[in-house]
């Protein structure tokens, strides 16, 4: 729960941070397993832990990974990452401002540090000679922060926020390069080991603040990379394959491979408002079959931000749409590739490809709060906080009618799925309403809730129309009468999305309690509850009839969720198949007497009755087929045994295995030791009864002496 304060991770499977708790820790990471859609999860051991009376600023691991360089204000202390432990603390001779940039170099066979600080100053240090430990030349030419540094042939380059290049060669300024730029970051990109060592040769990259990456060859750009206008924190660069990965203020990492972009990631989202699947194109569909995917196409996602964000599923690459001026609301998804977004500055957008420029929809007095678009993708019907709603052609993007429709917010829209039939719309005034889409004229008004409508839609067959209302109900309505056929309870608050899959026999619905549910249409139950979100869910689309489903939430995150229903049951399937099968091997055991077989499948199939008739039938082999378990399998023995005990029928067989087990079983097991408790305790109610039948023994021996006496006596 501490904030982290800086973070390097090596390709060894080492990662370090340090927190603003002035601790600093070290982690072995270990691949546990892959994410179906490219993500990794890892588990990770602890490596090293340090407490230090500031928080480290900077990290940096050498290039074998076996040194690590921490700032810690205006210090630097270099650990030895296995064993973990201090090799040096470079304080002498030292910044007087806090580092802000780090670098390692070879030179020689010697391993060499430079740091730069705050005030422009860099100090070089030797970190392998004992006798030279400690800083062996000062650097200075920056007039501001040192932000990147680089090494290579002999050179070494530094940037600032001064707007220029300094190069230098054993410990002399060569050049001062102007770059007109605050940079926040330089690499050379010449191939390492290469032998030339003309300064006027070599390539670099920097980074400036307003986003654009440039390439120079000594003072003479020749190469322009821009990507967002988006401000650069930091510059990462791998010569191997020539990948620049620029990480942005926006929370986002490109990566582009010779000057082309091949991906971006985006590490953090703000509130999710909506969300959208866009089918794949027939291309994608093509790769989809030859990959082996399960899923392809893009989800558009709408967060609190004028950019709309369009992941591909297949790959998680992200594109960041620009274009709306200010927070997009809403957006929805038709066919070949075609999106429309609705945003508080008034208008809405159509998009018809990554990378496409969009078209503008003018014409709403307020934010536009929801939109939706005809099946055939020739129509687009918006509604805003202006209490209007408009249908446009895609075409000429003209509007055919508009309509002041409801006395509140417009929340939501869709159309019927046949060509010409209705728009339904659902307000912040409790009620739906349906339009006819050739003249705008007013269907219906459906009224039941006692709250707004936060979301509306069809069935497939046009038969029901389904609403989530915030009064934490669904309901369902009959088309052709416009009667309420059922409301459906069972989320805690706002249901803010409801639709149709598996051809409209069931729905699916999320709400403010950040619950996913399930429901079966015809009777109304629940068939499913997911925990899905840590906050109110506003977001949700379904895929390819509900096999996979995509929600997004106020906490920032987007959750894909794929159907294992047909998976799940061959594997149940195939689980009572092989089940079937042993315990017919087990029946054939007991009747061929092979007593280790049959004593191995009794307990491997947790079959209790059937290990009873095993032990009745092969009591001289017990202690045999006792010693042959491992611990696991004795520990079940002893569960059964705690079983049988319970009852008056099979407790002496319980005891007699009970006699065998404790000779193998590890007492001090705290599993083994509450066994026995539980043993005890029934144990003694047998021996009572044992006791108490003891007693009827006697009074019966008195009885029947008496009665012999009686038949016996003197007078007979």
Known sequence: ????????????????????????????????????????????????????????????????????????????????????????????????????????????????????????????????????????????????????????????????????????????????????????????????????????????????????????????????????QSQILQLVYCRASNTIAPVYADHTVTLFQDGVRVKRFVGTLDHVLSCAYLPASKMEEDEKMADGDDFTGHVAIATNSPNLYLFNIATMDCDILTGHTDTILTVAAGNEGLFVSGSRDGTARIWTGIGSDSKVLKGHTGPVSSVAISPDASMIVTGSEDLCIKLWDVETRRSS?????????????????????????????????????????????????????????????????????????????????????????????????????????????????????????????????????????????????????????????????VDKTVEHQVKMDEELQATVQEEQALQNAIREEDSRKAFQLALSLRKPYAMLQVLEGYEEELRHLISSCDQDHQKVLLKQVMDWNTTNKHCHTAHRLLSILLEYLDESDPKVQEGMRALVIYSERHLRRLDELLVKTYISDFMVGQVSGMIDGPGR
């Open 1 to 228: 729960g501490e904030g982290v304060t800086s973070l390097a991770f090596h390709n060894s499977g080492i990662l370090a941070f340090g927190s603003r708790s002035t601790q600093f820790f070290t982690f072995h990471l270990s691949e546990r397993q892959k994410h179906p859609l490219g993500t990794t999860k890892f588990e990770a051991t602890s490596h090293g832990r340090l407490n230090v009376n500031t928080h480290a600023t900077l990290i940096k691991f050498d290039p074998t990974g076996t040194v690590l360089t921490v700032a810690f204000s205006s210090h630097l202390r270099v650990f030895q990452v296995s064993p973990f432990y201090i090799t040096h603390v470079l304080t002498k001779g030292g910044h007087s401002s806090p580092i802000t940039s780090l670098l390692f170099y070879q030179e020689k066979k010697c391993w060499f540090a430079v740091s730069g600080d705050r005030a422009g100053h860099m100090v070089t240090w030797n970190l392998t000679k004992s006798k030279e430990k400690g800083w062996i030349s000062r650097l200075n030419g920056h007039q501001s922060a040192v932000t990147g540094m680089d090494w290579s042939n002999g050179y070494l380059y530094t940037c600032g926020r001064d707007r220029c290049v300094q190069i230098f060669c054993s410990g002399k300024k060569l050049a001062t390069l102007p770059i007109f730029d605050e940079l926040e970051g330089i690499h050379v990109t010449s191939k390492a080991g290469s032998s030339s060592h003309d300064l006027h040769a070599l390539e670099y990259i920097v980074a400036g603040k307003e986003g654009q990456i440039r390439k120079y060859r000594y003072n003479e750009q020749v190469a322009t990379i821009s990507d967002l």
């Open 401 to 561: 009618f508009t309509v002041k429709a409801h006395e509140k917010e417009i929340s939501c829209l869709t159309f019927s799925p046949r060509k010409g039939g209705f728009v339904a719309s659902g307000s912040q005034d409790k009620t739906i309403r349906l339009w006819n889409t050739a003249d705008g004229s007013a269907v219906g008004t459906l009224k039941v809730h006692k709250r707004g409508i936060w979301c509306v839609q069809f069935s497939p067959n046009e038969e029901l129309l389904a609403a989530a209302s915030g009064d934490a109900t669904i309901s369902l309505w009959s088309v052709a009468n416009q009667t309420c056929l059922s409301e459906i309870s069972g989320h805690s608050f706002s249901v803010l999305q409801v639709s149709f899959m598996t051809n409209g026999t069931q729905l699916a619905s999320v709400g403010s309690d950040g619950l996913l549910k399930i429901w079966e249409v015809n009777s109304g139950k629940c068939m499913l509850t997911e925990d899905a979100h840590d906050a109110k869910i506003w977001g949700m689309a379904c895929v390819e009839d509900g096999r996979m489903l995509v929600t997004g939430a106020e906490d920032s995150t987007v959750r894909i969720w």
